[in-house]
């Protein structure tokens, strides 16, 4: 029943999204065939519609896995420096491969973000003391070291705008023509669903994992390469979108369990919701302009981010 609430608030919400903005269209119009509405339509609205929703079931399905293979809620591409990784590629490629087409950047990105998540986990698997709080602790640091070369880089080069607006999340930009790389996501999404119930074993321990048959390794290393490949597609589209791959997967399993298999279809649709309906109000809060959806994800995510630290805390008490 729950299921059927989400995809139908999901459905509303993609129909208002749809025709919200500044430029005003109505039902009429897109009946009567007016060609500007219909322009407008297809060049700009739907194609940030399938941005959003994308963004958000990849980023969910990304924290989801690092989640379950970290052994550690708090883990996700934010605080397991895969996004900041992929922002110091994004850099690299731009001060010292200038000429590189979108693939050639969207490669070298990928590298770096999967290079920085494999170093975040590498030294997981040496922390004696695996605190909840002080895994993530750990990745926010890495991520801040990768952050401060990136500024460094782009103040040393000039690109500190071009940086600027990766690290701010967007959507106003999404353009027919200029989000189609983020198709690379649906496939990998596919994969994720696909080796759901294998990454919910390996999320076990490896020692569980390997007396089960399950080549441990190899399972990680999968959920790694996606999570960098769906953080690296949605951050060339979109920018940089922060929380969403941490708190989507912990309100899911309020209600749902940590059985990744059983979650995995519930984070994908709550992640969507979410991005869209933060996208909604960065739309309206100060219409007809909008401010960025890195900032409101930014605000609201950080709150709840402290609430489940406050409510783990709590409960430990």
Do not use: H
Request: with cysteine; hydrophobic share 50%; glycine share 8%.
């Amino acid at each position: 029943m729950k299921k059927r609430y989400l995809i139908l608030s999901l459905i509303i919400l993609s129909f208002v999204s749809l025709f919200l903005g500044a430029s005003e269209i109505s039902i009429s119009q897109i009946l009567n065939n007016d060609i500007e509405s219909l322009n407008v339509m297809l060049i700009s609205r739907i194609p940030r519609l399938i941005t959003i929703l994308l963004a958000g079931v990849g980023m969910s399905i990304c924290g989801l896995i690092m989640q379950s293979i970290s052994q550690n809620k708090f883990v996700s591409p934010t605080t397991g420096a895969t996004i900041d990784s992929a922002q110091l590629g994004i850099v690299f490629c731009t001060i010292f491969v200038p000429s590189a087409g979108i693939v050639e950047k969207s490669l070298i990105a990928f590298i770096f973000s999967l290079t920085g998540t494999f170093v975040f986990m590498t030294l997981l698997r040496k922390l004696k003391l695996k605190n909840v709080i002080f895994v993530p602790l750990i990745g926010i640091m890495l991520g801040n070291i990768i952050g401060a070369i990136t500024n460094f880089l782009g103040y040393k080069y000039d690109i500190m705008q071009s940086v600027g607006s990766w690290m701010q999340g967007s959507f106003s930009m999404i353009l027919k023509g200029n989000y189609e790389l983020l198709y690379i996501s649906v496939p990998l999404i596919i994969i994720a669903i696909l080796y759901a119930n294998k990454f919910t074993v390996a999320g076990m321990g490896e020692d569980f994992s390997t007396n089960l048959g399950l080549d441990y390794n190899k399972i990680v290393n999968i959920g790694l390469v996606i999570v960098a490949l769906v953080t690296v597609s949605v951050i060339i589209t979109a920018g940089s979108i922060p929380y969403i791959g941490l708190i989507v997967p912990n309100i899911v399993s309020l209600y749902k369990g940590d059985n990744l298999s059983e979650n995995i279809f519930d984070t994908a649709v709550v992640g969507a919701l979410f991005v869209l309906v933060c996208d909604i109000v960065s739309r309206i809060v100060i219409y007809p302009y909008e401010v960025s959806v890195g900032l409101t994800i930014g605000v609201i995510g950080s709150i709840v981010f402290l609430c489940m630290i406050l409510r783990r805390n709590y409960n430990e008490c």
